[in-house]
């Protein structure tokens, strides 16, 4: 396999503890050896006999280029859609009262067990597509829609799918726990003691990634939440948690005591639900999109976290209900103007620890070792990223080495 030169360029390496903000390189060259980085650094530093191996020399003519983004959060693969839903908010209904009257998730979930395998297919690639044009190149697909046995696979089969068929790395997360379906109505219990029966039937399909519950309470409760937890544990399955979006029902603590990778949402963190999480290593996923779509007034506290240094992520929350987008350069822009976040704060949110709340290490920063997997825009400075909306500066994905 021939090494590759990328040349004339500004390099965004995104660099914990970098010199220069966002770890910018000004007249970078990075070498590419099949799917990984072997070597980043200002082009005047390039060690000539490296130069001479190279075969193939790609001028990026002056672009700027990122590490690859990464969504780390979605609910991508779903059914339907709930534009009446959202008009019903509009005159007045909250999201809550929606979700006990059973509309909300359930009305989803009607719709996507309703679909068959190549419906969900041809409706969730749409959003798919969309990701791509703008730099994704790892995002995580929850399922949760289907919420038995037959629909949870069928949605987790098409998320693979996806990624096998578009060149994008899909990490699956079990969200069997998101919601109570009809069936069970009234038998939380009941229906969770069905969500562990079908987690290791999952996992052994090799459909699992992570797995996440939503803790609310129109939902699951930490003591059922853990239940669900201790048998990822006994699989050997990452965890993450919807927590604190809606209510403080102390969620964030219970998933930094079983080590979970990241909190989701987060508006209604606590100061304990903070330190519990730094303690744990745990990073916050911030979803704005979603704040946004629920016109929420409460923000997540984003000085606290700063205050106990938990890492920050950044994330669409692609879903039908709360947050129905597929733009992750609008949720930078949203990151800083709802949120507060710095754009190098926001940038950093949608990679290096967008892995980091996915439990990958080998992606989200340029830099020898990495994976090669990064995006060529049409800009001069990284916080332009974040700054203008609708801009389409996009120019080229490069994945796993490979121009896409
Ligand atoms: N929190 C959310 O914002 C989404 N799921 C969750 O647990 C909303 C899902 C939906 O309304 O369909
Ligand atoms: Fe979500």
């Known amino acids: 396999m021939s090494l590759q030169l990328w040349t004339n360029c500004r390099v965004a ?28 650094g200002p082009r005047s530093g390039l060690p000539s006999t490296l130069q001479q191996r190279c075969d193939v020399v790609h001028d990026a003519h ?22 009446l839903e959202f008009e019903l908010r509009l005159k007045g209904a909250s999201y809550e009262d929606i979700a006990r009257q059973g509309g909300g998730i359930a009305s989803t979930v009607q719709a996507t067990r309703n679909a068959t395998p190549d419906e969900l ?17 790892t995002l995580e697909i929850k399922s949760g829609y289907g919420l038995a046995l037959l629909h949870e ?54 459909l699992v990634d992570a797995v996440d519950a939503f803790c609310e309470r129109i939902a699951f409760n930490p003591a059922q939440v853990a239940r669900l937890f201790a048998q990822a544990r006994r699989l050997n399955l990452p965890v993450k948690l919807h927590a604190e979006q809606l209510s403080d029902s102390g969620g964030a603590q219970l998933a930094a005591s079983f080590g979970a990778i990241s909190c989701d949402h987060l508006e209604w963190l606590s100061d304990e639900g903070a330190a519990a999480m730094a303690a744990a290593g ?57 949120f ?55 120019v080229q994905t490069v994945f796993n080495g490979q121009p896409r």
Not at 300 to 311: A, E, F, S, T, Y
Not at 317 to 331: A, H, I, Q, Y
Request: aromatic share 6%; hydrophobic share 45%; with cysteine.
């Open 13 to 40: 390496t995104m660099q914990a503890d970098a010199a220069q903000a966002y770890g910018l390189i000004e007249d970078a060259a990075m070498v590419v050896d099949a799917g990984q980085l072997q070597w980043v």
């Open 62 to 83: 002056g672009a700027l280029i990122t590490p690859g983004l990464i969504d780390c959060h979605t609910h991508l693969v779903y059914g339907g859609d709930r534009a």
């Open 121 to 137: 297919l041809q409706q969730s690639q749409r959003r798919l597509l969309a990701l791509l044009a703008e730099g994704v190149t």
């Open 153 to 206: 696979r069928k949605t987790l089969q098409v998320a693979r799918l996806l990624g096998e068929m578009h060149g994008v790395d899909v990490r699956t997360t079990f969200l069997g726990a998101h919601a109570v379906p009809p069936e069970f109505a009234g038998r939380t219990d009941a229906y969770m003691d069905e969500v562990l029966r079908i987690l290791p039937l999952l996992h052994a399909e090799g």
């Open 282 to 338: 745990t990073v916050a996923v911030l979803l704005p999109g979603a704040f946004y779509f629920l016109r929420e007034s409460r923000m997540p506290p984003v000085d606290l976290l700063r205050q106990h240094r938990v890492p920050m992520a950044v994330s669409t929350d692609c879903n039908p209900g709360t947050s129905p987008c597929s733009s992750l350069l609008l949720m930078l822009n949203m990151a800083c103007t709802l």
């Open 340 to 394: 507060r976040l710095t754009p190098e704060e926001a940038l950093t949110g949608v990679t290096r620890h967008a892995a980091q709340a996915l439990g990958l290490r080998d992606r989200g920063v340029l830099a020898a070792g990495m994976r090669a997997d990064f995006v060529l825009w049409d800009l001069q400075h990284p916080a332009q990223l974040s700054y203008a909306l609708g801009a389409r500066p996009f």
